[in-house]
């Protein structure tokens, strides 16, 4: 069964700084999916990225992007010049043969004026 | 589009009583899932719906679960008789035909209080 591991159950950045948070996930399959979601204190979860297994080029939006390692099964969110809005949950998910998502334990962010 | 609508947004009830949680997803998404969300466990898939057929439900804890989706607009979660435990934020997510290609389009859950 696939897993998703994520080790850092909370992390802090200043404003305007980097911040890397960490997924490893377990999985036998080649050809899946990788997500990252954020969870506001509204509770909605919103994606914020994502990455197909087969591409090799690491998905970038805007402030956001990940650092996909397959051979290593990582896959990290890198936010840049963070901002106070970004203080939220994300949670990392597997999206594979199995038909739904599988999510990590979350990490909960939060940013420093 | 309004999104993915749950209701209710919070629901407190005592042990015993029966808990009706609805789902509207989006319109022409072929699937549809419940998650449950608590501190211990994170988000844990309950079920999932393909064009309104349950496709895998091993994650309904017990017979005190069951869900229902009598068409491709509505769902419900059961939980009949609810017990503390079962208190936890329950999501409902959508997603178009590319099933988990695609992304899931979560509701603003709901929230169970089970005294």
């Known amino acids: 069964a696939q897993t998703v591991t994520q080790s850092q159950p909370e992390m802090s950045v200043q404003e305007a700084e980097t911040v890397t948070l960490s997924c490893t996930y377990d999985t036998s399959e080649s050809d899946y999916y990788l997500f990252w979601y954020k969870q506001p204190p509204s509770r909605q979860m919103i994606l914020v990225i994502r990455?197909?297994?087969?591409?090799?080029q690491n998905a970038t939006e805007n402030r956001f992007s990940v650092n996909f390692q397959k051979a290593a099964k990582s896959f990290s969110l890198k936010i840049s010049d963070s901002q106070l809005g970004d203080a939220a949950m994300y949670f990392c998910a597997y999206g594979g043969s199995q038909g739904n998502l599988i999510f990590g334990k979350g990490t909960k962010l939060s940013v420093k004026p | 589009d309004a999104g993915v609508i749950q209701s209710p947004r919070h629901e407190v009830t005592e042990m015993g009583q029966e808990v009706t949680l609805r789902c509207k997803p989006i319109s022409g998404h072929d699937y549809l899932f419940w998650y449950r969300q608590t501190m211990m466990r994170g988000l844990e898939l309950l079920i999932y719906?393909?064009?309104?057929?349950?496709?895998?439900d091993s994650g309904m804890p017990e017979d005190r679960f069951s869900a229902k989706m009598p068409n491709a607009s509505f769902s419900t979660l059961k939980i009949q008789p609810s017990e503390p435990r079962d208190s936890a934020v329950y999501f409902c997510?959508?997603?178009?035909?590319?099933?988990?290609?695609?992304?899931?389009?979560f509701g603003e859950g709901s929230r169970l209080t089970v005294l």
């Open positions: 997510a959508s997603s178009p035909n590319q099933g988990i290609t695609g992304e899931l389009f």
């Open positions: 719906f393909n064009n309104n057929v349950p496709i895998d």
């Open positions: 990455q197909e297994a087969y591409k090799q």
